[in-house]
């Protein structure tokens, strides 16, 4: 049986990669951008390290700064109305490509834009399970965070704001043309930023190597990912300006990416897309709320695919039994998000009854997005329900 491979063509990986815009521009022959990012990215400079780069080039960008976290069906039509008019005023392929510059946000909405811009219609004509394979404008993604790795996959997630629902779409057209992975972008990351992306990264490599549908490559990729997240997130939350650390974690988030963008995410992502749709929780966050206990409903249907996580972080050794690895995974997951302040659904404010009123709703989503059946164990929605209840306990 083979694996098809779906790979951004450019990937500009180490410390000022970002200063490389302005080539990878050129080899793919845009000269006409419209940055797509959010109000931070311009108050942190990085919007302006961009257009430095490309001036001295004569390359002239526009920005739509509008983007918002977690991003909505709303916000993705305000982005196409401008990379429209960009589009329309000349028809000289003004606005021949998108930068999208951020954390999964502004990237996921650049891709978004940059196929109805194209092709019109509405987010949710693009939806699983229809397959994109309509090339848009051409994305180069730079993330600013270790995350989500969406700088490098076929995915793009859109909350349809008139039902609380995260779209999840995926196809080739989502794939950005480069990545620019710049891990001195992510310097200026919070703790609470870095610890929810980060595990939003380890979650990523994890379940593409449980999932059922992954390969060879996609197993190459996250263990890799996995060697280089687990010993240094805790590391980058508690040094935000530690260099190393900064720079392993990125690659990290970029290998994960591509080990799911491969082997697609299970259980954790399916059920983490209601609870942020709903409860506007940030996705990793929830991700993280959720991870230890699907992990420990998960192990049964593959004891050995788990070992081997818990020997890739390095919390159980060669010596270790399957059973003793997989014990020593639940434990560092628990440990993990006690060290990271990873609140409880409670904590961060949500109240029970709405939660529980909630929680067969969020199930059937969960189950519609897919991801559930790529787990282990294939859940139920009486079993999604009691994972969700659980998490109360
Ligand atoms: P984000 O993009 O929503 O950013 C979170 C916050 O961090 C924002 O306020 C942002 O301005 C700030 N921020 C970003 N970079 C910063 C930096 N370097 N310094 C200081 N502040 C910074 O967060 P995210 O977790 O990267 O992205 C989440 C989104 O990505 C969700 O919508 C999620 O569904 C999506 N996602 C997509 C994929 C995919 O494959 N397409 C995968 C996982 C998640």
Redesign the pocket.
């Known amino acids: 049986m083979s694996s098809q491979i779906l790979l951004p063509r450019i990937m500009q990986i180490g410390a000022d990669a970002t200063q490389e815009i302005a080539n990878v521009l050129a080899s793919i022959g845009c000269h006409r951008p419209l940055i797509v990012t ?1 109000k ?2 311009v108050e ?1 400079g990085y919007v302006a390290k961009i257009t430095q780069c490309l001036a001295p080039q004569g390359i002239q960008s526009d920005i739509f700064d509008e983007t918002v ?3 909505t069906v709303a916000s993705i039509e305000d982005g196409v109305a401008m990379a429209r008019d960009g589009v329309a005023m000349a028809r000289d392929g003004e606005y021949d490509c998108i930068i999208a510059l ?7 909405s650049a891709k978004a834009i940059s196929i109805l811009a194209k092709y019109g219609g509405e987010m949710k004509d693009y939806r699983f399970p229809r397959q994109v394979t309509e090339q848009g404008l051409p994305v180069i993604a730079v993330p ?2 270790a ?4 700088e490098v ?1 076929r ?3 859109i909350t349809d704001e008139s039902n609380d629902e ?1 779209m999840l779409c995926v196809g080739l057209g989502f794939i950005p043309v480069a990545a620019l992975v710049d891990y001195k ?2 310097l ?3 703790s609470r ?1 870095t610890a ?2 980060g595990i ?1 990264a380890l979650t990523h490599a994890i379940e593409a190597y449980v999932s059922k549908k992954a390969n060879p490559y996609s197993d190459s990729q996250a263990i890799a990912a996995m060697k280089l997240l687990a010993p240094n997130l805790r590391t980058s939350y508690h040094q935000g300006d530690n260099h190393q650390a900064r720079e392993t974690m990125m690659l990290g988030a970029t290998l994960a ?1 591509i080990a799911f ?1 491969s082997a697609s995410v299970a259980l954790v992502h399916g059920m983490s ?1 209601p609870i ?1 749709a709903f409860f506007h929780v ?3 966050l929830s991700n993280a709320m959720l991870l230890p206990a699907v992990t420990a409903f998960s192990i049964p249907g593959a004891p050995a695919r788990y070992a081997d996580c818990a020997r890739a972080m390095g919390i159980a050794d060669a010596g270790d039994s399957e059973q003793e690895a997989n014990q020593k995974l639940l434990a560092e997951l628990h440990a993990l998000n006690h060290e990271l302040a990873v609140p409880t659904p409670e904590q961060f404010g949500i109240k029970r009854e709405d939660f529980m009123a909630l929680t067969t709703t969020m199930a059937q989503q969960a189950l519609a997005s897919g991801s559930p059946a790529n787990n282990p164990v294939e859940p139920s929605v009486d079993e999604m329900v009691s994972i969700y209840q659980g998490l109360w306990q």
């Open positions: 959010d931070m990215m942190l976290p977690e991003p951020g954390g999964g946000s502004p990237i996921d600013t965070t995350g989500t790795g969406s996959t995915f793009t997630v995260k972008l992510t200026s990351l919070p930023i929810d992306t939003d990416g963008s897309r942020g940030p996705h990793g």
